[in-house]
């Protein structure tokens, strides 16, 4: 059992956890990821690792209310424990000095790119990291990156804030400039991704994404986490999550991992239910404690 | 009792043509709708006329037959003198789990086949006599926990908590040595768990085992994977005196052919735990979702390719077919498991091989092209090579694909453990009279050193390994001089 340290929402439905696992922050490094299962009923999902206190022991992890057991994941309190959390799963990022090296997060994918930034920083890298979100109040994690690196840049898609544009504006803009970039990271939704290994593909900067496919245990026996890599079929969870973004096939990623939405469309609508009848219940107990 | 009394009237020749016993199962067309298990069990009337079927062969072959060489005769004679109690307790001198090998055991490739009786008659129904007396004891509470031996200080970190570990762990602690179990997922059990389906193996027999492991003092970390949380070299520095790794056959293969990545193709291990560990049957009572279409191809002739298609007809399948390359004869599944996926309803496409899979613009698989193959020369296995029939290809209209083609070993502890040597398979080299590895205090056991085998053969590893593994930890000779000679069931089997 893993107690919630503490919990915060970063932006709607998106929701920060600190979560007590002194064992595994102590030999996880940047890159890897965790499998979290919230009680006896619970899948198995994978999750990227957004930080990690080695002084307390504490793991950040954060999720995005996608479906029914994100949300029911964070509707999880202070106190509350994960059932599990397994790892650290996967093969580290790769750190060694590059020279300047972008590490560009979307999303939920930004939490992961900051131990990463990090990483690389204390390496003896140059980091300049490129953060995007679609409008200003989305944007999480800024705090953690501007320390992480030397440079962060912030896009957003309606121009509410940095940027009027995507993190590839940005990166255009930085490779038009004569920027010398020795390296790319970049984790986020997937045509986050492919849009960033488009733009690095011509100038041929070497560039990493993270892939979070579906997977069941974590430890390559399923299968279920398959990719296409240079035309070779990879598991991500233990040959990756990073891979050569150049070689990544995307397009199979983005239908496999719609494999099976309209169960997860199933469990969520009926988890929203329930949840709307728990609140008007509760709302009406109030209501009549009042009057 | 009075029909003791008529048997034992009987001569040895009219015993012999008694009929074998029938196993009340549950009928087809009600159990293709749920995972309840198959076979009900024999009663202790059946289990009694039965055990006056052996004859007490002077030279029993069944024991020779058995991985472990379980005393069959003497635990028959137990059952005979309505002892069910002491017959489980004689086999489990030799097999700690009777219960789950009286359902999973190729009974009729091991003891069964080579039984007296089956030379003119049906052989003697050993399996279901060791399942009924384990269900006994376990069922009438009368398991008993033996008092361990004097503590030895010793500790020993079992790596897995299949058949293997859960063999090594139950003898070590009985011999008093402190033992801790360090398994991956979050349920003990391994492939009995994640693998072997409710309707074959009900998961309270497992729970049960675990539950045994439990009260003889041995400590259980699950949820931790070895290799990624702490090596194998770590669990030796932090005061493991010697570590087993039992870690199984746990990579899936693939058939590495077109459109294998589409939706709706799985590997026999995804299809399974996810139906089996994760309980997605119950969706969405149970979190985890299994896709199941109208037609399911199952590709592979063993037990795991007969589990996954019984379990994609009971989870709603219309057409569930077996594809294997080779004909009926080569099927390694249990005749009983292949039997009871006919009467099921299961189509089965032999000397059939799928080339490969066809997909929509979604990215969903919709067709499988296969090819009719014949039977060539004999291969190295023994066993006639399949030949595939130039332009005899055709497709079958399919929305879910399982493949049960085998599995290879789980790289992740030996790409963690310098030192520790493998064969040109992945698989862990051991001394197969120790079971011990390349490194020193480190012993290993079943799939992953054998391969993909059977539950009794990585039991019966483990019983090597737990002796060894003793005589490890308090510094005796590796080899009892008065076993030398000796040979292992690892050996046997090879």
């Known amino acids: 059992m893993f107690e919630i340290l503490d919990k915060k929402e970063l932006c709607e439905k998106v929701h920060q956890f600190r979560i007590k696992a002194p064992h595994l922050v102590s030999k996880a490094k940047a890159g890897q990821f965790v499998i979290l299962r919230k009680d006896e009923a619970g899948e198995r999902i994978p999750m990227s690792i957004g930080g990690l206190d080695r002084k307390n022991g504490i793991l950040t992890v954060v999720i995005q209310e996608v479906g029914k057991t994100s949300a029911a994941m964070n509707r999880m309190k202070k106190g509350d424990f994960f059932a599990d959390v397994v790892g650290p799963l996967g093969l580290p990022s790769h750190v060694e000095k590059f020279g300047h090296c972008v590490c560009i997060g979307g999303g939920v994918g930004i939490p992961p790119i900051y131990p990463i930034a990090q990483a690389l920083k204390d390496t003896g890298n140059k980091v300049t990291s490129i953060i995007g979100a679609r409008t200003k109040s989305l944007l999480i994690f800024e705090e953690e990156l501007a320390f992480a690196s030397h440079e962060l840049k912030i896009s957003t898609d309606d121009g509410s804030f940095g940027t009027h544009g995507f993190v590839t504006t940005i990166l255009q803009q930085m490779i ?8 790319v990271i970049a984790i986020g939704p997937v045509p986050m991704m492919k849009a960033v290994v ?19 245990d974590g430890t390559g026996m399923c299968g279920a986490c398959r990719v296409t890599v240079g035309g070779k079929t990879k598991f991500a969870c ?12 995307f397009d199979e990623m983005t239908k496999r991992q719609k494999m099976y ?19 008007a219940k509760a709302a009406a107990e109030l209501k009549n404690k009042t009057t | 009792m009075t029909e003791n009394k008529k048997f034992n009237d009987m001569t040895k020749k009219e015993r012999m043509q008694l009929p074998r016993v029938k196993m009340p199962e549950q009928d087809p067309r009600a159990r293709k709708k749920n995972f309840q298990e198959v076979p009900f069990g024999l009663t202790p009337e059946m289990a009694i006329a039965e055990s006056w079927r052996c004859i007490e062969c002077k030279n029993p072959k069944c024991i020779e037959g058995c991985p472990v060489e379980v005393d069959i005769p003497a635990f028959i004679l137990k059952v005979r003198a309505g002892d069910f109690v002491g017959a489980a307790r004689k086999i489990k001198e030799t097999n700690a789990l009777p219960a789950i090998c009286g359902r999973v055991c190729p009974q009729e490739e091991q003891c069964e086949k080579v039984c007296v009786l089956g030379a003119k008659y049906k052989p003697v129904a050993i399996g279901y006599l060791e399942r009924f007396v384990a269900d006994f004891e376990r069922n009438n509470k009368l398991i008993e926990i033996p008092k361990t031996a004097k503590a030895t200080g010793k500790k020993i970190a079992v790596v897995g908590s299949g058949p293997a570990g859960l063999t090594v762990a139950a003898d070590l602690a009985l011999l008093g040595h402190k033992v801790v179990i360090y398994e991956a997922l979050h349920k003990l059990g391994g492939v009995l768990i994640y693998g072997i389906p409710e309707f ?16 003889l003092g041995v400590e259980v970390n699950n949820s931790f994977v070895v290799g ?3 090596t194998v070299d770590e669990l030796l520095e932090a005061g493991f005196d010697a570590v087993f790794i039992g870690t199984g056959a746990g990579l899936p293969n693939f058939m590495h052919i077109e459109g294998e990545n589409l939706n709706g193709v799985y590997s026999s291990n995804e299809f399974l735990t996810r139906s089996n560990l994760m309980a997605a049957y119950d969706f969405p009572n149970m979190d985890t979702p299994i896709f199941v279409g109208k037609n399911v191809a199952v590709l592979g002739g063993g037990n795991t390719a007969m589990d996954s298609v019984r379990t994609a007809l009971r989870l709603g399948a219309e057409n569930g077919y077996i594809i294997y390359r080779r004909s009926r004869t080569e099927m390694p599944a249990r005749i009983e498991e292949i039997h009871h996926a006919e009467q099921e309803g299961v189509q089965f496409n032999f000397l059939t091989n799928p080339i490969r899979f066809i997909g929509n613009s979604d990215g969903w698989v919709t067709h499988m092209e296969c090819i009719r193959m014949e039977l060539g020369e004999p291969d190295s296995s023994g066993r006639r090579r399949p030949v595939p029939i130039e332009g005899s290809n055709f497709t079958l209209p399919v929305d879910t694909v399982v493949i049960a083609v085998g599995n290879s070993s789980n790289p992740l502890i030996p790409q963690t453990t310098p030192g520790l040597n493998t064969n040109r398979w992945g698989n862990i080299t051991v001394d197969e009279k120790t079971m011990m590895t390349s490194r020193k205090g480190v012993f290993a056991g079943g799939d992953i050193v054998t391969g993909g085998a059977t539950v009794i053969l990585a039991a019966g590893a483990g019983k090597v390994a737990a002796r060894a593994i003793h005589r490890y930890v308090l510094g005796l000779p590796m080899i009892d001089e008065g076993k030398k000679e000796e040979e292992t069931p690892a050996q046997k089997a090879g």
């Open chain 1, 238 to 249: 233990v040959d990756g999550p990073d891979f050569d973004g150049h070689e990544v096939d």
């Open chain 1, 198 to 216: 488009n733009t690095t593909r011509e100038p041929k900067i070497k560039t990493y994404v993270s892939l979070n496919p579906i997977m069941v």
């Open chain 2, 228 to 230: 990624k949380l702490d």
């Open chain 1, 176 to 183: 038009d400039g004569g920027d010398k970039i020795d390296m």
């Open chain 2, 200 to 215: 074959r193996l009900p998961k309270a027999i497992v729970a049960s085992e675990v539950d045994y492991l439990k009260k």
């Open chain 1, 261 to 279: 939405h309209r169960y997860e469309k199933l469990a969520y609508d009926k988890f929203l239910e329930n949840d709307h009848c728990r609140l």
